[in-house]
């Protein structure tokens, strides 16, 4: 090769050399996805080489705006990347979807202005299969300049190289995108369906352990009742003091494991709920009069929190009264005569009403609060550790949540929580 004075490449004439070097310019362009930049860049420098030019570039246009990809010569990083296509050649590229070749663009300004400094501009679109361009290879000379049918064949051919790519690129990262979205709702529905399985489980668990449990609670009760029955009758006779002392130890004893079959019954057996439409002020104010009256409340003192606007739940009257009961009951065990236990109401959660009991307690230990809700796990001498996981049975077969906080300035809290159907004054 020859340069002239005006700093224009002349190229071999034999017309073979020149093909030549176009097959290992585009020989040496190897693309992955991943290194699409620097394929562009490669594409501008053969560019500008092949066709002896000063500057070229590799850009991407869209919505008015012209950004560069790739430029054959250093760019300095605090110089402009994107451009507004309007006035400039580049934008007539785009808008006539075809190659576009200026002898002089600054004397011949109709088409639009060149890069600042340049005069000869060669723009050639860059389309996608269906034809629709989005970007152009744009060569810039310095000095006035002709381009020849083979220079711009060349400049053709490698534009066709760099749209593949670019769409490519983009295709592999719309497949990238769609992947991601594919897995994230395949990791969704795989937990949806190990939660289901994990449910179904549980019932078939809690299914065989309530068919089981009926059967031995049964054969245990029968000899019970009539062991009882026995113990109740030597009440009629006269007894020594320590005669009376026993039979008092062995009916207490009875009647111990009477409550305990009977709430292993309870827990055991599936949660049939009769639901109907409760206002929570109204059924906690009614509950509290009950309350008030077992031998847990008396000398303490229940303040009573309510909403503002009533809150309506859906809800089993029964089965809900037993949870509360149960909880107040541990919360007025925990504090001292004339302490006060604190039942408060709150509404200020999405689609749920909190109940909140809170006692003044001494707090619970990290390694003991883990454990309250599992079944036969008790911290009384005389319970029979079924209590709370009875309760959170209910409030889980009413779609709610049952949890327990206990810190030392705050006491303990339990909480339950309980999907509202309607919230009046809303």
């Not at 362009?29 to 560019?47: D, F, K, M, W």
């Not at 810039?140 to 064949?153: A, C, G, L, P, V």
């Not at 004893?253 to 109204?282: D, G, T």
Request: charged letters at 20%; glycine letters at 6%.
């Amino acid at each position: 090769m020859s340069q002239t004075k005006d700093g224009q490449i002349l190229f071999p004439k034999h017309k073979w050399q020149r093909e030549r070097r176009i097959i290992e310019l585009l020989s040496s362009l190897n693309y992955r996805t991943g290194e699409l930049n620097s394929y562009l860049h490669n594409i501008a420098c053969g560019v500008s080489e092949l066709i002896g030019i000063d500057w070229t570039v590799v850009t991407y246009c869209q919505e008015g705006l012209e950004t560069i990809l790739a430029s054959s010569i250093e760019i300095p990083e605090d110089a402009p990347r994107v451009y507004a296509l309007h006035g400039q050649l580049t934008n007539t590229v785009i808008e006539m979807k075809r190659t576009l070749a200026v002898e002089d663009a600054i004397a011949n300004p109709k088409y639009g202005k060149p890069a600042s400094g340049y005069r000869a501009y060669l723009g050639v679109p860059l389309q996608t299969c269906e034809g629709q361009v989005f970007g152009t290879i744009c060569s810039f000379h310095r000095q006035k300049r002709k381009f020849t049918e083979d220079e711009i064949q060349i400049v053709e051919l490698f534009a066709e190289r760099a749209a593949t790519a670019i769409d490519h690129y983009h295709l592999y990262q719309q497949q990238c995108q769609f992947n991601q979205i594919l897995a994230d709702e395949v990791e969704k529905r795989t937990a949806e369906l190990r939660t289901t399985q994990a449910k179904l489980l549980e019932q078939e668990r809690l299914a065989a352990i309530g068919e089981f449990s009926s059967i031995i609670v049964h054969e245990i009760r029968n000899p019970l009742t009539t062991m009882i029955m026995g113990l109740k009758y030597f009440q009629k006779t006269i007894l020594t003091t320590a005669a009376q002392e026993r039979l008092e130890l062995a009916l207490g004893e009875a009647s111990r494991l009477e409550r305990l079959l009977s709430e292993i019954l309870l827990y055991a057996k599936p949660q049939v709920l009769q639901l109907r439409e409760l206002e929570i002020n109204k059924f906690i104010g009614d509950l509290l009069l009950t309350i008030c009256e077992i031998p847990e409340a008396l000398d303490r003192k229940i303040e009573f929190i309510p909403t503002l606007s009533p809150v309506k739940i859906l809800g089993d009257r029964d089965k809900l009264k037993q949870v509360f009961i149960n909880i107040i009951r541990n919360a007025c065990e925990a504090v001292k005569p004339g302490d006060i236990v604190t039942l408060e109401i709150d509404s200020s959660l999405t689609d749920t009403v909190a109940i909140n009991v809170n006692n003044s307690g001494n707090p619970i230990p990290p390694e003991i609060l883990c454990k309250l809700s599992q079944p036969f796990f008790s911290t009384k001498p005389e319970g029979t550790g079924l209590g709370l996981a009875i309760s959170k049975r209910i409030v889980n077969a009413h779609h709610g949540k049952l949890c327990i906080q206990s810190q030392l300035l705050t006491g303990t809290t339990v909480t339950v929580q309980l999907p509202i159907i309607t919230v009046s004054g809303n």
